[in-house]
């Protein structure tokens, strides 16, 4: 697909799109108007994505298909016929590190998206402001250690907002991926965090996905923050119907995040492994985990802080994903003591 993405671009979906298939899919749309020149917008825009595709909506799955598919067969090594299936079960896992002498904290976020609404690429305002006051709704209905309060970006005043980001709580409008994709618009309209009162449980409102469910704790607790956030998961649901899929379970705007919408992780601090960064890398692998910088994606690890957390998302439950990042963890561990 020279003709339409940069030459210096190497996104799944410049591999996958080639000439023929971009004239089968360009006439079609969603029956909410998603049309694949919206979908690989920001893939065009930015040479460097790596997926470079977004969906608008829940059908923008099946309608381009024979796009998203190759492209999810292939970031998730999702194969012909498998199916994906969920599992929320609690867990009663050992704490890894009690002392807290190298975990530092711990979170585990879910993406979901709301049955019959538009995603953030492609919703229009008073549909978002519809969203958004369903979600607040059933955030208000939360009992026990998960109430809280929803704070709307439009009536925070600058000293609030900055409190919420030192938490760190918040999000900030998208990136240039995101904008590309439509995903800003009318930023910061309708757009909100719910936290717990004792900010171990946060909901991101609007985002990239209608909903971002994050349990978090500044322990090694895996257990406790992911039952948490399975409690969560089950008493939002009584108010919420989330968009799912049969084969691909929960839909989300990115690709990569469809399955679970699930990332389970980590900072820990390892000094000594810092200095063996390839046998750090290979424990992690071996557990199909992913080392990030200290503040995530595309960033430096400081103070020996890394950043791990899982790297599959589809094909696997979510009761899984927490076990495999308790056993690698409990390994890195190990290995960091015998250094
Ligand atoms: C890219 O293609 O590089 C961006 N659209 C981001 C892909 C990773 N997905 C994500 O952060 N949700």
Redesign the pocket.
């Known amino acids: 697909m020279s003709s339409f993405f940069p030459e210096d671009a190497c ?3 410049k591999k996958h799109l080639s000439l023929n298939l971009h004239t089968a899919l360009e006439h079609l749309k969603t029956d909410s108007g998603y049309t694949l020149a919206k979908a690989i917008h ?2 065009i825009k ?1 040479p ?7 969906a608008g909506d829940a059908q923008s799955y099946q309608t381009f298909s024979k796009i998203f598919d190759p492209i999810i067969s292939d970031y998730h090594g999702f194969k012909k016929g498998q199916k994906h299936a969920s599992d929320i079960t609690e867990l009663d896992l050992a704490v890894i590190d009690p002392q807290k002498k190298y975990i530092k904290s711990t979170r585990i976020r879910v ?1 979901r998206n709301l049955k019959g609404f538009c995603f953030p690429a492609h919703i229009l305002l008073p549909h978002r402001r519809e969203l958004e006051k369903k979600i607040k709704n059933a955030l208000s209905q939360l009992k026990g250690d998960l109430s809280g309060n929803y704070f709307p970006f439009e009536s925070l005043d600058e000293k609030q907002f900055q409190q919420l980001k030192t938490e760190p709580l918040c999000f900030e409008k998208g ?1 240039r ?2 904008d590309a ?1 439509g995903i800003n618009s009318d930023f910061p309209k309708c757009r909100g965090v719910f936290h717990s009162f004792d900010k171990q449980f946060v909901v991101w409102v609007n985002e ?1 996905d209608h909903l971002r469910i994050i349990s978090l704790e500044k322990t090694s607790d895996i257990s406790s923050v992911f039952n948490r956030l399975c409690r969560a998961l089950l008493a939002l649901n009584r108010h919420l119907d989330f968009a799912q899929d049969k084969r691909y379970g929960y839909l ?3 690709p ?2 469809i399955g679970t919408g699930m990332r389970a992780g980590v900072h820990i601090h390892l000094e000594k492994l810092e200095q063996k960064k390839e046998l750090l890398y290979d424990i992690a692998k071996g557990f199909h985990l992913q080392i990030r910088g200290t503040f995530g ?1 595309k960033t430096k690890v400081e103070n020996a802080v890394f950043d791990i957390s899982n790297c599959q998302r589809l094909g696997i439950s979510e009761s899984k994903i927490v076990k495999n990042l308790h056993a690698g963890l409990l390994a890195i561990i190990a290995a960091e003591k015998s250094l």
């Open positions: 996104s799944l979906v920001s893939g930015n460097d994505s790596s997926i470079g595709i977004y993406a990136d991926f995101q994709a990239e989300t705007s990115c990569t995040n994606e």
